[in-house]
């Protein structure tokens, strides 16, 4: 297992460097957001800096962030089943703010043939329950650091 | 330079680029900033300061809101601090704007610290010059009032407003930060709470202590007690109104000027600091390192150190 | 007591140091999935409690041993499924299946855009109408929900918080309808919003008038509906979002705390109300943890509400509650394994002295339960009922060396939690602070890491895994439901009589804004098919809405 916290201890961060910054929102109606939190959190004990949106976005919204906050990966996370109508909404108002480019992964109770669907819309992965943060770590690591 | 081109056009993708650009501070941060640089300058900025959990995302959402209803165009900057563990950050800032969202004549970014002093202060500023010169006529800037960085970025602005909540003991949080003295505007949030007028009411009586603060040209400047509850919105058009008020004080009594010369002399001494040191580490940096080694063995004091290496570095 | 710390010195010195000098244990130390440590072995010495002060008889305070002093011995629990999908109608359908397949009770889910008081034509109830509960959005659909089902018969339990008062207005409006005197009507709406603000997000309102709307309902049930429980403190959802057991206790008994001090701030007295206030807790994996919980939950309750509320009658200390196995323990990964999971979490819940339970289904991390998932998980409940015996004994753990150390433990750590958040000004003022749900928010992060560290076992998840996948056949909606939906309560409003609805909601927003109970005027509202949405947004004008307060 990867140590989820990285050790160097209050040595001093270097200024001049770029961290990955990773968009976290919770679209749709849905109010469970243990997930996004232990995500975000994961992924800021790896180093990455995490803009937290909250809950209750709108696809308009989320793109919005990711184009100011110039984000390397987007994040959902939905729980409610509402996936298959908010997912593609979000993919297409990032396209429209020209940010096609920018990796979408989705968190959360996807059922099999749905995930796949999604993928071939356009997501670059889908995590279920019980996936290791290790695992969202790494992945998010190798498409963002793919950015150019 | 088309990235500079696009940001003063106004180009959002651009502005954000430009952002990520001069936080990392690369080489060519540099020429960004040389680009934009003669057309910022233009806009008022205000640094809203105070202690973690005192309502200051909520209060720069409502006083963004209130400056575009007036119709004028809002760029936010929110600082967190970057854990000092994995050099990773939380933003959260967002989540208390979301009545900014949908409005292009809003752009909001968060920014964490880094955990570098003088970088941050850096990085800040030049995202606030990206802004101002993509024309963003007012831009907020906020900080956690909790540290040296902190205050190193409120002297940035034009306007300091600190932000204050009644009901945390006797304590003025303001006061202890060390803010006081920055603060051109004073607000007491959650003014619906138990002890915000005394809040007030002390804060006030130490503005009352402190010296006056006269400008060249002889006009003062007192800074008011505002009450707010942010959530609400209200107190917001005043704070919104002392803002402007600050901004004419500067203008008419010559203290805008003075402020200014002062600012760019720090960022210059900053920059020509900083030069020195990537110079001085690009031709002694071995060097520095073995005599890092000498003085943790107590084989030399870091005085004598440093002036020998200055001296072997010397072209 | 025969039997004290000197035995048990004497037994570690030889008995047990040989033991261990040949066969060290599995791990240096263990504790609960809460992090409380637990000793190799419990004696008289951790876990005999006083009997009369700490224990006491069924049916008498501190009621740990159980508030009926028969238990399941006169009645077993209310089996009681959580169900609603789709549309009202075929939700109508499952309830009758239930019923017929032996379920006591009704549980009603409703989906998001009904719990947030959107109509179903709301632009953000796009792609949430019908998912995780039934749509309504007016009386009519309620009249179609419980249509053929006589609600002076059953007892009707409802997840509804920040629009509790209209949904409850709608289910007296439908038994008026159905010729049954409201006062007769038994069950429970869940109304409790604070635990929305830390665990679960599904707040409307801030939380002033969000609590003045609580006491207005309490007050209201009080007179009209005197066996409906106006209000389910529920501690399941804090669990769910990450908390221990510690802290589950903890936070939903400060969260009452709160509402009985606003109840009585209204003037209410608290032996009048307490009736009607019921909570509702988790039954998560660590079998003897949970049971202890429950039990300390009880004895907790019942001193706070004699000790701080002066409670004159001992039965207001009756902490009375529903259980629901905990969601979050079911795996994606080998979904047959959460059947075992459901059954041992059941049976904490019924040794713990539950009166309701809902036992999950075994396929719900993967989507919607199937009707015949949901089916297996009411068997689970009938087999522990009328098989395993547990239901013959009142407290067949109570004495029980370990599970009396455990329910101490709990409860002192719980008052310590209390004492913290009376210190910061109670829970109200926690939650506003960010306390409670950083908190939660720790516990959740560090089970994440042992799981992920190995450090706890998830079986079929970090250990023994296997690669064959085998995913039972799920439940799929009908993409076409929201659309028939939409258009139905579009069709109701272009029905209504336009200045009648507009009467109605001006009545309702002279109310809001005065300080009269709310209950008649959203009651005519409801009987005039006022939508949800319509009376929910003429509040939102007047109270605003409540903005997410705290993040990590």
């Known amino acids: 297992m990867l140590p989820l916290v990285a050790t160097q201890a209050l040595e001093v961060i270097p200024a001049m460097t770029n961290r990955i910054r990773v968009l976290i929102a919770k679209p749709g109606l849905d109010g469970h957001d243990r997930g996004a939190k232990v995500i975000a959190r994961a992924l800021r004990d790896a180093g990455m800096e995490v803009i937290y949106t909250g809950l209750r976005q709108t696809p ?14 987007v994040g959902l996370s939905i729980l409610s089943g509402a996936h298959m109508t ?61 950015r150019p | 330079m088309e990235l500079a081109e696009l940001i003063i056009a106004g180009d959002r993708r651009a502005i954000a680029r430009g952002i990520s650009l001069v936080e990392s501070q690369a080489p060519a941060a540099r020429e960004l900033v040389a680009a934009l640089y003669p057309h910022a300058g233009r806009a008022h900025i205000v640094g809203i300061t105070g202690a973690p959990g005192v309502g200051k995302s909520t209060l720069v959402n409502a006083l963004a809101l209130d400056y575009r209803r007036r119709g004028a165009r809002v760029g936010i900057v929110a600082v967190d601090p970057s854990s000092p563990f994995s050099g990773g950050a939380i933003l959260g800032d967002r989540i208390r704007m979301r009545d900014l969202a949908g409005d292009p004549g809003v752009f909001v970014r968060s920014m964490a610290s880094r955990g570098n002093l003088g970088g941050l202060a850096r990085a800040t500023v030049d995202a606030v010059t990206v802004l101002d010169a993509a024309g963003f006529e007012t831009i907020l800037v906020e900080t956690v009032g909790a540290g040296q960085a902190e205050v190193e970025i409120a002297q940035a602005a034009h306007t300091v407003a600190v932000v204050q909540v009644p009901g945390m003991g006797d304590d003025i949080q303001a006061i202890k930060a060390g803010l006081l003295e920055i603060a051109d505007v004073l607000v007491v949030n959650k003014g619906d709470q138990d002890g915000a007028d005394q ?28 009450k707010a509850i942010a959530t609400q919105g209200a107190g917001i058009a005043p704070l919104a109104q002392a803002i402007a008020e600050h901004a004419a004080y500067l203008e008419r009594s010559g203290q805008g000027q003075q402020n200014d010369q002062a600012r760019a002399a720090r960022e210059l001494h900053q920059a020509v600091r900083e030069a020195l040191w990537e110079r001085f580490l690009a031709q002694a940096g071995s060097e520095l390192a ?12 870091p005085y004598t150190a440093a002036e020998q290496l200055l001296r072997d570095a010397e072209p | 007591m025969a039997e004290t710390a000197e035995g048990k010195a004497r037994w ?33 010495a951790e876990g005999a409690p006083d009997y009369a002060d700490g224990l006491g008889y069924p049916g008498e305070p501190p009621y740990t041993r159980g508030i009926q002093p028969t238990m399941y011995r006169g009645r077993l629990w209310t089996m009681r499924q959580y169900a609603g999908y789709a549309t009202a109608q075929e939700s109508n359908q499952r309830y009758k299946y239930l019923l017929e397949q032996g379920q006591t009770g009704l549980s009603v889910a409703f989906d998001l855009p009904t719990q947030l008081g959107y109509d179903a034509d709301h632009p953000l109830a796009e792609g949430e109408v019908g998912k995780v ?42 038994a008026r309808k159905q010729g049954t005197d409201p006062a007769k009507l038994r069950g429970t709406i869940q109304n409790d919003v604070l635990k929305e603000y830390v665990a679960r997000g599904t707040y409307i309102y801030p939380p002033q008038p969000s609590m003045r709307l609580i006491t207005d309902i309490l007050t209201y049930c009080k007179d009209h509906l005197p066996h409906w429980n106006a209000i389910s403190i529920s501690g399941y959802h804090i669990r769910e979002a990450g908390a221990t057991a510690v802290q589950e206790v903890a936070f939903t008994l400060a ?51 004699s000790q701080r509320f002066h409670a004159r009658d001992p039965r207001s200390g009756q902490l009375r509650f529903h259980t629901q196995t905990a969601g979050s323990t079911l795996t994606a990964q080998q979904p047959y394994n959460n059947v075992v999971r459901v059954a041992l979490q059941a049976l904490g819940a019924v040794l713990g002295g539950t009166q309701s339970l809902h036992t999950n289904s075994l396929d719900e991390a993967l989507a919607l339960p199937s009707e015949e998932a949901v089916r297996l998980a009411l068997r689970t409940q009938q087999i522990i009922a009328h098989e395993s015996g547990v239901a013959e004994i009142v407290d067949p753990l109570g004495g029980s060396y370990a599970v009396e150390a455990l329910t101490d433990e709990i409860e002192r750590r719980a008052v310590g939690y209390l004492d913290q958040i009376d210190e910061l000004g109670g829970a109200l003022r926690a939650i506003e602070l960010g306390y409670i749900q950083r908190e939660i928010q720790e516990s959740a992060y560090r089970y994440q890491r042992e799981v992920e560290t190995g450090a706890r076992t998830v079986v079929g998840v970090n250990e023994f895994a296997s690669e064959e996948s085998q995913a039972p056949a799920t439940l799929r909606l009908d993409p076409q439901l929201q659309q028939a939906q939409t258009e139905r309560v579009r069709a109701l409003k272009a029905r209504r009589d336009a200045a ?36 929910c947004d003429r509040l939102r004008l007047v109270f605003g809405e409540h903005k997410e307060a705290y993040a990590l």
């Open chain 1, 60 to 73: 308009e919204m989320i793109a919005e962030a990711a184009l100011q906050e110039d984000a390397d990966l």
């Open chain 1, 86 to 146: 908010l997912v593609p909404r979000v993919l297409q108002q990032m396209r429209q703010q020209g940010l096609a480019e920018i990796p979408l992964v989705v968190g959360g109770i996807i059922p099999p043939d749905d995930a796949v669907a999604l993928k071939a819309l356009g997501v670059a992965e889908v995590f279920g329950p019980g996936t290791p943060t290790t695992e969202v770590i790494a992945f998010v690591q190798r498409a963002a650091g793919a």
């Open chain 2, 199 to 226: 809040a007030v009411a002390v804060l006030e009586a130490m503005l009352s202590l402190a010296p006056p603060r006269v400008g060249p040209s002889g006009d003062a400047w007192t800074p008011p007690v505002l």
């Open chain 2, 290 to 301: 073995a005599a890092v080694q000498r003085v943790r063995d107590r084989q030399i004091d």
């Open chain 3, 12 to 44: 570690e010195a030889t008995t047990l140091k040989k033991a261990l000098d040949r066969y060290p244990e599995r791990q240096g130390a263990f504790e609960t999935t809460s992090g409380i440590p637990v000793e190799r072995l419990y004696t008289p």
């Open chain 3, 133 to 174: 509960g039934v749509s309504i959005s007016s009386l009519e659909d309620m009249e179609t929900l419980f249509a053929g089902i006589p609600l002076e018969r059953v007892s009707t339990s409802m997840t509804i918080n920040a629009p509790a008062a209209v949904l409850l207005a709608m289910y007296v409006a439908v």
């Open chain 3, 255 to 305: 969260n009452a705390i709160a509402y009985v001090q606003a109840a009585m701030g209204a003037g209410l007295d608290v032996d009048e109300f307490s009736g009607q206030l019921s909570f509702f807790f988790s039954a998560h994996n660590n079998l003897l943890e949970e049971v202890a919980k429950f039990r300390a939950a009880r004895r907790l309750w019942s001193r706070l509400v």
């Open chain 3, 500 to 535: 009648e609805v507009a009467q109605s909601l001006s009545r309702l927003e002279a109310a809001a804004r005065g300080s009269e109970n709310l209950m008649p005027a959203i009651l005519a509202c409801v009987e005039g098919y006022v939508t949800l949405g319509e009376i």
